[in-house]
């Protein structure tokens, strides 16, 4: 009796559990591959900025705070809340001012200090834009959570 490779075939292809599992792992596979190499790397660059921002706040922040025991405890949540916000956007101008420094003259100046003079290692104008945006709506959960 010959053997009947459709059948066996379309035993394969009904068998929709494999498939789906094989499916389900590589969706896990790829998402935890873009949370280890961008996820991860946004969010502690959006810390460290964060960090920084915190530990040196801009003079106004730090007027505000040294009024804010002087209020009621209504005034000093709206100061939490205001500095809070204004350390965000401290935070946000940061990052907007370090991807306007990255130009290619700049680019070019910090690879030739670093040692590298491949061109094509550098990051382009359009990734520093990038990072700049995610680092800021990343920040902004930092923030505001």
């Given at each position: ?15 929709t559990k494999e498939i789906q599992d094989v ?22 660059a959006a810390r460290t900025e964060r960090d ?94």
């Open positions: 009796m010959e053997k009947n490779t459709i059948y066996h075939l379309a035993k394969t292809l009904q068998n499916f389900s792992n590589l969706q896990h596979t790829i998402y935890d591959m873009v949370e280890k190499n961008y996820l991860q790397k946004i969010q502690t920084m921002t915190i530990e040196h706040p801009s003079k106004e922040v730090t007027l505000l705070r040294a009024f804010a025991p002087f209020t009621d405890e209504k005034g000093q949540k709206r100061i939490q809340e205001l500095c809070r916000n204004m350390l965000f956007l401290q935070a946000m101008g940061n990052i907007q001012q370090n991807v306007a420094q990255l130009t290619e003259k700049e680019l070019l100046l910090a690879a030739r200090s670093a040692g590298n003079t491949s061109q094509e290692s550098l990051p382009s104008p359009a990734s520093a834009q990038l990072a700049g945006i995610l680092m800021t709506w990343t920040l902004f959960s930092e923030f505001h959570s």
